[in-house]
């Protein structure tokens, strides 16, 4: 069995404040889902970029701390970031709807073309 688990960029306003690290929350779901599923692997998709460079650092820490959940054995980390950013604190626009956060459809495109082989990889293995 392959669990995908994607992290979530909402509620950043704790981030303003100090008072949340998005990767523990994330690091919880993970241990529930190992502990649950025993016989499963999961596929922990990194953050994707949102419009603004504040948003990016903060994004880009949470990436940086999940990606050390991998284990090459039934952690498995993949960071879209590049497929979905232009530069620094710029995401690639036709891939999000207005609000920069939500994908339009080339973006879900973009996300199912960018997992695809690692995905099918694992469900093999």
């Known amino acids: 069995q392959l669990q995908s688990l994607a992290g979530s960029p909402e ?3 704790c ?3 100090g008072n949340c690290d998005r990767s523990k929350k994330i690091r919880t779901v993970v241990d529930l889902l190992l502990e649950r599923l025993p016989n499963s692997k999961i596929l922990l998709l990194g953050v994707l970029p949102r419009q603004n460079a504040t948003f ?3 994004i880009a820490d949470i990436n ?3 990606s050390k959940f991998h284990d090459g054995n ?3 980390f993949l960071d879209m970031w590049h ?3 232009t530069a620094f604190g ?3 626009q036709p891939l ?4 920069q956060l939500h994908l339009e459809t080339p973006g879900y495109q973009k996300w199912a073309d960018t997992m695809d082989s690692l995905f099918s990889e694992l469900l093999k293995s």
């Open 15 to 17: 981030f303003k404040h």
């Open 64 to 66: 940086i701390k999940i």
């Open 56 to 58: 990016f650092e903060t």
């Open 11 to 13: 509620n950043f306003e």
């Open 83 to 85: 497929q979905f950013a």
């Open 90 to 92: 710029v995401v690639d």
């Open 74 to 76: 039934r952690i498995h």
């Open 96 to 99: 999000f709807e207005g609000d």
